[in-house]
């Protein structure tokens, strides 16, 4: 069972009985300093991402923070003279410590959030931003608090094909009203993935206690902790892992970003496997007036179908778009009329992101708030909470859109 302290750590952090004055922690880097960075998550996305601030001379990351002690030294040779430690409140009073990078399983996003930003701590943290809909407020409310940058890894936002797609297309009129959003995310193998022998047995250095942390007790399960994505207690499944990226993405280009209802359909239909989250989903946004649309998302993970984009449909044309390029198609046109590929930087495999990452290091400085802002963040979190909300209560869910609250049918 969880330990005494991480239980009353949990209780005391949720009641913001350990909440800090960030003044007294955190200092004002200056344009040529160094930036200590800390991860905490040393998975696969968590180095990954530590690799795109290691692409920048400011960043020298200090410490490295994983519940599986085989992935902290492995990540630590990627880090000359970096901490590890097993638990992230210890890495927290790594000194210096500038801000952290949070890539853990989604149920640990908001409570290291708040507490990184409580100690006075910036924070980019990978999407979604939360793990349910009640959380975005709270790691909102600790940001201002305590006057600090968070970054929620949704690329699209700093992607600079995806900004001229906006400028050109949204902020002209362009395309005309908008009354549908399409998109989709097909055959994403990631949330298929099969844990490997060596953690059939759990091995001794891995800490799942610590892993399974403020949930529901369970006994060692190397499926869920390798693949916890195909798991709804940990995540969202491929509606918050997937569609997060998308609706993110629909929110900029018509600057709405609070839907008036959702609706869902799905199910676990080819992989009976043990997951809980469906492999087949369809979502359905609402948009209410003053310009009222409709956004959708298909994905499912069943052979023989792959691709994922958005298609913005307008009634003066309409504009396919992804991560490598964008179309756009005047009403009645067979043929895109515009084609525009995305800039690639010279050595780097991954582009969108390390514009992304890169914005968040100018705003470290800066203090300006970050293309992909916690409360940005937030939003496109709850937008796909709201659809996985109705896919599990299996209804319509009618969401009041000033005071962000499910209203009851």
């Known amino acids: 069972m969880e330990s005494n302290s991480r239980r009353d750590f949990l209780r005391k952090t949720s009641t913001g009985a350990l909440a800090m004055t960030a003044a007294s922690y955190a200092r004002v880097l200056g344009a040529n300093e160094?930036?200590?960075?800390?991860?905490?998550?040393?998975?696969?996305?968590?180095?990954?991402?530590?690799s795109l601030f290691q692409n920048k001379a400011e960043v020298q990351v200090v410490a490295i923070c994983d519940v599986y002690g085989?992935?902290?030294?492995?990540?630590?040779?990627?880090?000359?003279?970096?901490?590890?430690?097993?638990?992230?409140?210890?890495?927290?009073?790594?000194?210096?410590?500038d801000a952290v990078l949070i890539a853990t399983p989604d149920h640990w996003h908001s409570r290291i959030a708040i507490a990184a930003l409580n100690a006075g701590k910036d924070v980019y943290c990978e999407k979604p931003l939360t793990r349910t809909i009640e959380e975005g407020p709270q790691i909102v409310k600790?940001?201002?608090?305590?006057?600090?940058?968070?970054?929620?890894?949704?690329?699209?936002?700093?992607?600079?094909?995806y900004r001229e797609a906006k400028e050109k297309y949204f902020d002209t009129g362009k395309l005309g009203a908008i009354t549908l959003a399409r998109t989709w995310w097909y055959g994403n193998s990631?949330?298929?993935?099969?844990?490997?022998?060596?953690?059939?047995?759990?091995?001794?250095?891995?800490d799942w206690a610590g892993f399974v942390g403020p949930l529901n007790w369970r006994d060692y399960d190397p499926q869920q902790f390798y693949n916890?994505?195909?798991?709804?207690?940990?995540?969202?499944g491929q509606v918050t892992d997937?569609?997060?990226?998308?609706?993110?993405?629909?929110?900029?280009?018509?600057?709405?970003?609070?839907?008036?209802?959702?609706s869902a359909?799905?199910?676990v239909y080819y992989y009976r496997d043990g997951r809980t989250a469906p492999d087949t989903i369809n979502v359905l946004l609402e948009y209410a007036e003053p310009k009222p649309f409709t956004a959708t998302f298909e994905a499912t993970l069943a052979p023989?179908?792959?691709?994922?984009?958005?298609?913005?449909?307008?009634?003066?044309?309409?504009?396919?778009?992804?991560?490598?390029?964008?179309?756009?198609?005047?009403?009645?046109?067979?043929?895109?009329?515009?084609?525009?590929?995305?800039?690639?930087?010279?050595?780097?495999?991954?582009?969108l992101t390390q514009d992304h990452v890169n914005n968040f290091l100018d705003c470290l400085k800066s203090r300006a708030k970050p293309n992909g802002d916690v409360l940005i963040g937030h939003r496109s979190a709850q937008a796909s909470h709201l659809g996985n909300i109705s896919y599990e209560r299996k209804r319509r869910i009618p969401f009041d859109t000033v005071r962000e609250e499910i209203l009851p049918v």
Not at 190 to 206: M, S, V
Not at 228 to 236: F, K, M, N, P, V
């Open 190 to 206: 990631w949330h298929l993935r099969k844990a490997p022998p060596e953690l059939q047995t759990q091995p001794r250095d891995l």
């Open 265 to 267: 359909a799905g199910g």
């Open 304 to 351: 023989g179908i792959k691709g994922a984009a958005i298609e913005m449909c307008g009634t003066e044309g309409r504009l396919w778009i992804d991560r490598s390029r964008y179309e756009f198609y005047p009403v009645g046109a067979k043929q895109p009329s515009d084609v525009v590929k995305a800039e690639v930087i010279e050595g780097v495999r991954d582009s």
């Open 142 to 161: 600790a940001a201002r608090e305590n006057n600090r940058i968070c970054q929620v890894g949704m690329q699209q936002r700093s992607a600079k094909h």
């Open 242 to 262: 997937l569609f997060t990226h998308w609706i993110d993405v629909v929110h900029m280009f018509t600057g709405r970003e609070i839907p008036s209802a959702a």
């Open 70 to 97: 085989q992935a902290v030294e492995s990540t630590r040779q990627k880090a000359a003279g970096a901490a590890g430690f097993s638990d992230h409140r210890k890495l927290l009073e790594t000194k210096p410590l």
């Open 34 to 50: 160094r930036v200590h960075l800390g991860l905490i998550g040393a998975g696969n996305r968590g180095n990954h991402v530590m």
């Open 228 to 236: 916890w994505r195909a798991y709804l207690d940990y995540g969202g």
